[in-house]
């Protein structure tokens, strides 16, 4: 009897498979969640032994942060791009798009990922560590923006990190419902008040006019 020839295995460079799997375990944070992380189901996706995670990622708990730190900052360099990247676009628009898409539909898989993220910090020295600097990310990110639009006369605020922060929050508080799936138009959730609440904290903390931010992000 022949034997089935094996299909030949290829060794990808070591910096090429460490990114293939934090992008498959940030995947699997994404859409199911950091609890579901482990050498095993990463190594199935695939399609290679446990060992070969382990190889990059001793420690389970190393790859869930890095995981975690991948989807984050992939997600704000999509939602709240450099300004060298950006520089067609005016600071207005840039923060309107940024917070109508983070507080959209589109990102609930991502509100529910930090939400994740900070209830299993409290176990997880490591992981609160990353959510820390991930945060902190975000905030000079926004803060800078913010400070752009000053410069160029489109805000008016005289302290920058507290209307960053002032929006985060909100964004935040908003994203602590993001596990409630109920799309009943009698859901409190579903208040028309909500809906454009961190666009008007925004409005009101840079001195824009009402309904400006939704207007800019069309």
Known sequence: MTSRPQAARTRKPPGERRAEILHT??????????????LRRVADELGVRPGLIGHYFPA???????????????????????????ADRSPTARLAGFLVRLTGADCLDL????L?????????PGLRATVREQESLTRTAL????EEG??????RTDDPLGAALHIL?????????ANDDSDSDSDDLNHPALQDLALSVAEHRLAL??????????
């Open 60 to 86: 389970a708990d190393d790859l869930v942060s890095k995981a975690f730190a991948h989807a984050a900052a992939q997600e704000r360099e999509a939602l709240l791009p450099p300004g060298t990247h950006e």
């Open 209 to 218: 006019t009402p309904g400006l931010l939704r207007a800019a992000a069309i």
């Open 111 to 114: 509100s529910r990922l930090w």
């Open 25 to 38: 375990a940030a995947r699997i944070a994404l859409d199911e969640g950091l609890e579901r992380i482990t």
């Open 116 to 124: 994740n993220a900070r209830h299993l910090s409290r176990f997880k």
């Open 150 to 155: 000053v410069r160029r006369g489109e805000f």
């Open 143 to 146: 803060t800078g923006l913010v």
């Open 169 to 177: 929050v909100t964004v935040d508080g908003l994203g602590a419902y």
